[in-house]
T-cell receptor, first 107, second 114 residues
Framework: RKEVEQDPGPFNVPEGATVAFNCTYSNSASQSFFWYRQDCRKEPKLLMSVYSSGNEDGRFTAQLNRASQYISLLIRDSKLSDTATYLCVVTNNDMRFGAGTRLTVKP | EAQVTQNPRYLITVTGKKLTVTCSQNMNHEYMSWYRQDPGLGLRQIYYSMNVEATDKGDVPEGYKVSRKEKRNFPLILESPSPNQTSLYFC?????????????FGPGTRLTVL
């Protein structure tokens, strides 16, 4: 079993849609959680950290469920510019990346 | 501009021909690491360095070497490349280790070994 698992997608949604990604992790001792965004043929960049109480950054909301060992990312009012691959990252002294979920937002 | 640079960006080589991919950061970061990214597998860590002259193996170190003689540079060396090392490589740096701080990635090096 992979340490960090994500649905690879692809998710194809129209502009304005709400889309949610989930990610599960196997190490219950994991301490920090992040979502990174990776555009096609580009490097990953930090989108947002995920806090225990949940957190929001504009149209993006991240949630953490430690008991079930999953994190989620909700994108509201999708824009064309949200098209990218979203990487779930879980850390416990080192970073473990999920394989990514591909999102395409269409006009 | 704060950044991580890698060179070359693209490289096609043949089996057994030694190569080096350079990585440099200008943010005075202590922690640097190398990843490879393959379809369906995500990013896997090859080697990391917590500071100058301190390097350690990641998850997939076989066939690779690194060095950290200066804080800003962290080259990746393939002594005898093989086709299974064809991949997209990313160098990254962060202020500290432990994964609690943001990692900044270089633009990537796409390597093909024939």
């Amino acid at each position: 079993r992979k340490e960090v698992e994500q649905d690879p997608g692809p998710f194809n949604v129209p502009e304005g849609a709400t889309v949610a990604f989930n990610c599960t992790y196997s190490n219950s001792a994991s301490q920090s959680f992040f979502w990174y965004r990776q555009d096609c043929r580009k490097e990953p960049k930090l989108l947002m950290s995920v806090y225990s109480s949940g957190n929001e950054d504009g149209r993006f909301t991240a949630q953490l469920n430690r008991a079930s060992q999953y994190i989620s990312l909700l994108i509201r009012d999708s824009k064309l510019s949200d098209t990218a691959t979203y990487l779930c990252v879980v850390t416990n002294n080192d970073m473990r990346f999920g394989a990514g979920t591909r999102l395409t937002v269409k006009p | 501009e704060a950044q991580v640079t890698q060179n070359p960006r693209y490289l096609i080589t043949v089996t057994g021909k030694k190569l080096t991919v350079t990585c440099s950061q200008n943010m005075n970061h202590e922690y640097m690491s190398w990843y490879r990214q393959d379809p369906g597998l995500g990013l896997r860590q090859i080697y990391y360095s917590m500071n100058v002259e301190a390097t350690d193996k990641g998850d997939v170190p076989e066939g690779y070497k690194v060095s950290r003689k200066e804080k800003r540079n962290f080259p990746l060396i393939l002594e005898s490349p093989s086709p299974n090392q064809t991949s997209l490589y990313f160098c990254a740096s962060s202020h500290s280790s432990g994964g609690a701080t943001e990692q900044f990635f270089g633009p990537g090096t796409r390597l093909t070994v024939l």
